[in-house]
């Protein structure tokens, strides 16, 4: 009686493992960059301030 008890408990147990599953997505992975790009804009405002700066050299 003992040794079926045993026997069930450990098919139970058995029966509670977990499992991990590592699964490949369908879609590739996409990396969407927001990106505001501003730099050349502010050059160009730069460069007319420093212009205008060497043009008008008594406005400060």
Known sequence: MIRYTAIIGLLLLS???PRVEIM?????IT???NVK???????RV?????Q??????DLF
């Open 52 to 57: 205008l700066f060497e043009q008008e050299q």
């Open 37 to 43: 790009v501003d730099h050349e804009i502010r050059v």
């Open 24 to 28: 490949v997505p369908d879609k590739p």
């Open 15 to 17: 029966a509670c493992t």
């Open 31 to 33: 990396v969407n960059l």
């Open 46 to 50: 730069d460069n007319e301030l420093e």
